[in-house]
């Protein structure tokens, strides 16, 4: 997952009232943006917090209400969130039809805006998930994690090879689909949306335990080997060939890069708590973290590697020292206000229209679907049971933790989009299966550790 790529539009303090007041072209795009951020803010927050109520109420993981709550207000419902990379325009936003309305803008000015306003919103759902695994890596134990390390990195390399060879050949054995096809959809189910199942374990505080510590730590390396992946089919695609030295460079750089942070990290604490300490301006904390926590996302950014990774690397170095307690509690205003931002958007750009059986190649589409959900389901669950060495450990919810694709699956399915090698029907395939695991994970993963802790309470007692 990068960051967005970077856009220009000024901003007049002076210009905020009227927002949506009509002016020349240069000074109502900086307001047309505004006002679109704000709005799409409002409704964000509404979407995240009614869906987030309704779920708790009938024992689900909040998070699965600003999932669906993204779905509500995104471009299979309301069309109130939606972006130009789905092809939406304009005119296809309620809320710049309602800014349309209030303002007399160009057809330019109003295109302008809109991709403007979306990248806003894309940056600040990639800024709401490198807090939420800032986060989780504070909440983290570095210890339990390398206690459980060697049955994380089993759980990842099973969780990545087994979806993988099942999807692939099953893809090209069952369905005839050609073989460089049926290697990118299998690839796509590799992988593991970490942030959606690291807010379940936080939500039903699982995330210290055994289990929760070895799904964190697979998932981290599922995300490193998803990259990888990526990256293998993505030269595949474009050359014909594997190139061997990208596959080398990335594993050895990531390998290198969350080693590195953690050891210099540990160097460094003693020096990272004085300065905070000394430090007489407001915030001091917080602050000097957030720095931190940026610093390191960047670096991961810029060797290629996954920004949440060097975030969640901040987090476990700065869960070490003797402010951990105190950066926690800093650190949940902030989350609470850009995490939901993330889970909504990845709700809004999920496109129900794939499912409709009445579009020809939906149906086509729908059956390879259901033979790519049963595989990713079942790719996945297989790696609890790989755990060796732990007694009383509940294996279903270690698979079922992994099960997730998310937002991740997304991006597998939009460069195999863009670089033409996925039919219509493959491609509508990999979104629906995408949808299926992100949705029903969550409530299953809450439902299996629950039976979990209560057939341990009855064995005790």
Do not use: W
């Not at 609470?336 to 496109?351: E, H, K, N, Q, S």
């Amino acid at each position: 997952m990068t960051l967005s790529p970077s856009f220009n539009f000024v901003i007049d303090p002076g210009r905020f009232s009227p927002l949506l007041a009509t002016a020349t072209e240069a000074e109502a795009d900086g307001a047309t943006v505004l006002g679109g951020v704000l709005l799409s803010l409002i409704v964000i927050y509404l979407a995240s917090k009614l869906g987030g109520e309704i779920c708790a109420r009938i024992n689900l993981p909040p998070v699965l209400g600003d999932l669906v709550g993204g779905v509500v207000v995104g471009i299979s419902v309301l069309n109130l969130i939606i972006f130009p990379e789905s092809g939406a325009q304009a005119g296809d936003s309620l809320i710049f039809r309602f800014i349309e309305a209030t303002g007399e803008l160009t057809p330019e000015t109003l295109a302008a805006s809109f991709s403007a306003e979306s990248e806003v919103i894309n940056i600040l759902s990639e800024l709401g998930v490198i807090i939420l695994l800032f986060e989780i890596g504070l909440e983290s134990e570095l210890g339990e994690l390398i206690k459980y390390g060697p049955q994380a990195a089993i759980v990842a390399v099973v969780g990545v090879v087994a979806p993988f060879a099942m999807g692939t050949a099953g893809l090209i054995y069952l369905f005839e689909t050609p073989a460089i096809p049926a290697i990118f959809a299998g690839a796509a189910l590799t992988a593991t949306s970490i942030g959606i199942t690291a807010k379940v374990l936080a939500e039903i505080n699982k995330l210290s335990s055994k289990e929760g510590q070895i799904i964190i730590g697979a998932a981290v390396l599922d995300d490193i080997l998803g990259i990888v992946v990526l990256a293998v089919v993505a030269s595949l695609v474009k050359t014909g060939e594997v190139q061997v030295n990208n596959i080398l460079f990335l594993t050895v750089s990531a390998g290198a890069f969350l080693i590195g942070t953690i050891l210099v990290g540990r160097l460094l604490a003693p020096y990272y708590v004085s300065l905070v300490d000394k430090l007489k301006t407001r915030g001091p904390l917080l602050i000097v973290s957030l720095i931190i926590m940026f610093l390191l996302s960047y670096v991961a950014a810029a060797i290629q590697l996954e920004a949440i990774l060097g975030a969640f690397a901040a987090g476990l170095i700065l869960g070490e020292t003797e402010k951990r307690h105190e950066l926690e509690e800093q650190v949940i205003p902030v989350a609470d206000m850009l995490v939901p931002v993330f889970f909504v958007v990845v709700g809004a750009r999920t496109d129900l229209a794939v499912l409709n059986p009445a579009v020809p190649s939906n149906r086509e589409g729908l059956i390879i679907a259901t033979f790519l959900i049963v595989v990713a389901i079942i790719g996945k669950v297989v790696t609890g049971f790989t755990i060796f060495g732990q007694p009383d450990t509940n294996r279903l919810a270690i698979g079922v933790g992994m099960i997730p694709r998310g937002e991740v699956g997304l991006v597998f399915a939009g460069v195999g989009a863009a670089s033409g090698v996925l039919s219509e029907s493959l491609e509508a395939a990999i979104i629906v299966m995408v949808i299926a695991t992100t949705f029903v994970a969550p409530p299953m993963l809450r439902l299996v550790l629950e039976r979990g802790d209560a057939a341990k309470a009855v064995k005790e007692g």
